[in-house]
Every structure is written in C-alpha cells, then in structure tokens.
C-alpha cells in the first residue's frame, strides 16, 4: 500500500514537473526576444521587422499544418482569424517592434507587461462590474508605472521616446482587444490553432505598409546581426516557445500557467541592462515589482470572476 502512494506521489510530481519547466522557458525565452527585437530594429524599422520574423514563422506554420494533413479553417472562421491577425500581430506585435527602436527593452516589456489593465477598463466602459480586487490591482499597477517613469522624466521632452512609448501603450490595448475576442470565439473555434494563418495576413499588411510608406530597407542591405535576431524570433520565440507555451496550458491550471507575464520582463530587464547596458536603478526596480504586484492581484480578480461565471453556466 505504502508503495502504491509513493509510486502515485512520484507520478505526480513528475507529471507537474515537465510542465513548470515549460512555463519557465517560456517566462525565460519570450523574455529574449525583446532583447532580440532591439537589435533587430537598431538596423531596420520596426515594422519591416516584424513582417519579415510574421512572413517566414507564419509560413513555416502553414507548411507544417500542410504536411500534417491538418483541417484548415472554414467558412467564418476566417472572419476570427483575419480580426486576430490584425489585432495581435498586425497591430499589437508590429507596433510593440517598432516601438522598441525608441525605448529600452526592459521598458518595453514592463508596459507589454501591463494589458491586463485595459481589459478591466475596457471591460468597465462594457458595463460590466469591476471587482474591488481588480481596482485596487489597476491602481497599484499606475503607481508602480510612476515610479518606473520617474527615472525617465528627462526622456519624455524627446518625440523619439514619446513615440516609443505611444506605440508601445496602443500595442497593449490591442492586444487586449484581441485576448477578450479569443475568449469570446473560444468556445466556437480555437483562435490559438490558426496562428500561422494570423502571421502570414498580417505580415501581408505590414509589408503592404512598409511599401505605401516607403520606409523598408532592401533586404541585400540588411545586416548579418537583424537576420540572426529573426531567425532566433522565428526559431524560439515564435515555433519553439510558442509550442511549449500550449503545452504548460495543456498541463498546468490558469493561475499558474500565467506566471510567465510576470518574468518576462524581469529577464527583458536584467538582460538589457548587461547586453545593451540600459539603465537598471532603483527606482526601476521597485517600480517593476510594485507594477508587477499589481499586475498578479488584476490577474488574480480575472480568474476569480472566470470562475464565478464558470459555476453560473453549470
């Protein structure tokens, strides 16, 4: 009997394990890729960037989807996917790229970091209510943001990082335009099984911007250092992690497998600090935990509202 209980305990503990080692790869490595995108977009605009890493990721998807003999979305399901292309990759990941060029890296991913605060105000102007927990959380968030933009009062009287900062602020609200539609089409249709379709439309559209504009740089002029730091995006930060992300969600409840928000920017902080040397200094530090801390009670509000719903529908 005592066997047969340690055995199980051991199954389980193993069947956790592999999970949180998942979760924290993924925490680990999408943290890089801001590290990534800076160098990418010291050389070329952010936008042709981010078309190029959608391009050939979204491809690379599609062919596999292709070699699998896998169903392909049907009729409106289209519809789904071309509103997500546009919303998170199209809007949110083209202008987060470009907005990167302007703002550290660390920066970039703290206010990446802090989505969860327009989907409860947008969910607020929805008319739905807010719990108190979700208040207080969007409120200690703005603090911890305070603190944080303290250091860079100095920066704010150059339009470069005026424009960092607003792409990368409208960057976070359509990402979460976009997450409160995944949620609302989940139940229908998978949005997480048609990425490579959401990447290959909307690197359609930033390349067909890039052309209007005329702001693309000729591919034979690119340096060796941007196309390294696509191949490592497309390579780890979009097919590998992206593949071990749906796995931790497979394996592990909500309330962990979103842990992964919270190190992001921490290893975008650290890293950006030793690679590119941006400034890491005490108020940069508390204002990240404090913005963080108020990121895990939103969070933690969301998931407990999921719940209440949940139950209501049984």
Same mark, same amino acid.
């Given at each position: ?35 990534? *995108?800076?160098? @990418? #977009?010291? /050389? !070329?605009?952010?936008?042709?960037? $981010?078309? =190029? ?42 202008? *987060?790229?470009? @907005? #990167?060029? /302007? !703002?550290?890296?660390?920066?970039? $991913?703290? =206010? ?203």
């Amino acid at each position: 009997m005592i066997t047969k209980v340690k055995n199980a305990v051991s199954t389980r503990v193993n069947a956790i394990e592999l999970p949180m080692l998942a979760l924290i790869w993924v925490g680990f490595f999408w943290g890089t890729t801001w590290i990534a *995108s800076k160098e @990418g #977009v010291r /050389y !070329i605009p952010g936008i042709q960037m $981010a078309a =190029i890493r959608q391009f050939i990721a979204g491809l690379l998807y599609i062919l596999y989807l292709i070699f699998t003999k896998s169903p392909w979305p049907k009729g409106k399901q289209w519809k789904t996917i071309v509103i997500l292309a546009i919303l998170n990759f199209t809007m949110s990941n083209g202008l *987060s790229t470009a @907005g #990167v060029k /302007y !703002i550290s890296s660390g920066l970039g $991913a703290i =206010i990446a970091a802090i989505f969860p605060i327009w989907i409860v105000i947008i969910s607020y102007f929805r008319g739905e209510k807010i719990a108190k927990l979700a208040v207080t959380g969007v409120f200690v968030c703005f603090g911890g943001v305070c603190v944080i933009f303290y250091e860079y009062l100095a920066d704010f009287l150059r339009p470069d990082f005026q424009l960092g900062i607003f792409l990368s602020v409208v960057a976070t609200i359509t990402w979460a335009f976009g997450t409160l539609y995944t949620k609302k089409k989940a139940a229908s249709y998978n949005p997480y099984f048609s990425i490579g379709f959401q990447m290959f439309i909307s690197s359609i559209l930033l390349f067909a911007y890039n052309g209007a504009t005329g702001i693309s740089v000729n591919l034979n002029e690119i340096p060796l250092n941007t196309w390294l730091a696509i191949a490592y995006l497309v390579i780890v930060g979009s097919l590998i992690t992206f593949t071990v992300f749906i796995y931790s969600l497979q394996h592990l409840p909500p309330e962990m497998s979103s842990l992964y928000a919270y190190m992001n920017p921490v290893v975008a902080v650290l890293l950006g600090s030793i690679i590119f040397g941006e400034t890491l200094s005490i108020s940069i530090a508390i204002g990240g935990i404090v913005t963080l801390f108020g990121l895990y009670l939103v969070n933690k509000s969301l998931r407990k509202s999921k719940k209440k719903t949940n139950i209501l529908i049984k």
